[in-house]
């Protein structure tokens, strides 16, 4: 290599060197291939290496000869808690888990990989079919002048169950002309038709709601974890994370209760959100409804939200598991938007642009380090 080459790369390094951003490992590497070039750079000095020689061949030599067996033992001991040492210190051991992957017990693992098939299923009387998701998907009836039938009571009845995998949303309309936006990795379920006096469906994961009003029978969402009736409203539901079930008004009234249907209703006003935690307890906390309606319009959109949250919803979207490796950087929070139809490694390449971590995709998984 020339020396004005040389040179340069040397000045690279030193202003690499000094770069904040660098970690301090990053710093120390650099140092020791900037030591290393000029070690090889430098003349020999015989001396020092004859010097060099002793110490580290005849010396070991005659050492060799007076090293007994019981300080082989006492080494070979030393040696093998100083590994476990530094696996128990580094998280190097690991643990299985369903994917059949070993992850060090220092990592997170936030979300998983689903190897489910990319259609939308409709489950009725048994049977399984797979729907087109390009237009809504209309079960448009009139409501019948009879008692209504809960969902688990069989009843005659007959039920359709509508689920969406990750990566796919459906828009339906259901028998009573009500809208409702089923989001990925969810399901609704509901009657062929509704009978005087009620309205019920079940539902899991997210779901908007654009409910006709009718005043003689009131819409009834139920889950595992709450119950929501409403007249005429718009409002979101989310269950992703069964400890944090959240029912956001957007329009209307709707009166929020434990999935007993028992206990004094939460009432919400447009703007409010009703938040029930792993104990069942419901809290009322204001809530931006147009960050919880974007992605029916085909946004991803977070305003100072944890970033475990915002890549656990891009990893259901585009069907990555989530790795943290830096669970620090899960609490981090940010302000972020993209649209739904760019591939993922675009997305990921805008959070990047804010410098909370250094996130990748490695194969089936969103990692943070």
Request: charged share 25%; glycine share 8%; proline share 5%.
């Amino acid at each position: 290599m020339k020396e004005g080459s040389q040179n340069n790369t040397d000045r690279d390094d030193d202003s690499l060197q000094h770069d904040e951003r660098l970690s301090a490992d990053e710093k120390l590497m650099r140092g020791m291939l900037r030591m290393s070039r000029r070690r090889a750079d430098a003349p020999a000095d015989t001396d020092e290496a004859w010097r060099d020689f002793r110490r580290e061949v005849i010396g070991k030599k005659s050492r060799k000869r007076s090293f007994s067996l019981i300080h082989m033992g006492i080494a070979t001991l030393c040696g093998a808690a100083a590994m476990l040492a530094v696996i128990f210190a580094t998280g190097g051991l690991t643990m299985g888990n369903p994917d059949g992957k070993d992850l060090p017990t220092g990592d997170y693992v936030a979300l998983q990989h689903s190897p489910s098939p990319q259609r939308i299923s409709l489950e009725e009387d048994g049977k399984t079919d797979e729907l087109i998701a390009g237009e809504p998907i209309s079960f448009h009836k009139a409501i019948t002048a009879a008692v209504n039938t809960d969902i688990s009571s069989g009843g005659k009845n007959r039920y359709k169950k509508i689920s969406t995998p990750r990566g796919m949303g459906v828009k339906i309309i259901l028998p009573d002309s009500s809208e409702v936006w089923l989001n990925a990795d969810s399901y609704i379920e509901f009657p062929e038709s509704f009978r005087k006096g009620s309205r019920i469906v079940a539902v899991n994961g997210e779901a908007f709601f654009k409910i006709t009003r009718d005043e003689s029978s009131p819409f009834i969402v139920r889950s595992q974890q709450l119950e929501v009736r409403v007249l005429g409203t718009e409002f979101n539901f989310n269950n992703y994370t069964p400890d944090n079930t959240q029912v956001a008004l957007v329009r209307g009234k709707v009166e929020v209760l434990p999935p007993s249907g028992e206990g004094q209703p939460a009432i919400l006003s447009p703007g409010e959100a009703a938040v029930c935690d792993s104990e069942g307890k419901v809290s009322i906390e204001k809530v931006d409804t147009y960050a919880v309606t974007q992605w029916v319009e085909g946004f991803f959109y977070f305003d100072e939200v944890p970033l475990v949250d915002v890549l656990m919803e891009l990893g259901r979207w585009y069907n990555l598991g989530v790795v943290f490796h830096n669970r620090d950087a899960m609490s981090k929070k940010v302000h972020f938007s993209a649209m739904r139809t760019e591939p993922a490694e675009a997305a990921i390449e805008s959070l990047n642009n804010l410098r909370v971590a250094r996130i990748k995709i490695n194969g089936n998984d969103i990692t943070v380090n």
